[in-house]
């Protein structure tokens, strides 16, 4: 039970909302790539290429912040109910990484 409440262990059990979200978003993501394979190999102009990279990583970053807040509510809030302050600075040494 408590592995579904925080991310000490590191590992999470998901609800069934939050998982199929992010598998679907995962899956449109993986398609969007093996788009993009598709276009490399039938020589589509690299503008093009370009164009849907750039929709690849909008894509990435929504799946992103939607894990990321999904993590603040759940994990990070419960530590912090938790008095388990180290959540607090494991999630400030994350962020710079995630602001490249």
């Keep these: 039970m408590e592995n579904e409440k925080c991310c000490c262990h590191k590992t999470k059990k998901r609800s069934e909302a939050e998982y199929k ?37 909008a894509a990435l970053n929504g799946f992103s912040r939607e894990l990321l807040g999904n993590h603040i509510r759940t994990c990070v809030a419960n530590d912090i109910r938790d008095g388990k302050d180290e959540t607090i600075e494991e999630l400030v040494a994350l962020l710079p990484k995630l602001m490249k």
């Design 21 to 57: 979200s992010l598998i679907n978003r995962l899956n449109r993501i993986e398609g969007q790539i093996r788009g993009i394979k598709g276009m490399v190999e039938r020589d589509v102009y690299c503008t093009d290429i370009l164009v849907q990279v750039s929709a690849v990583s």
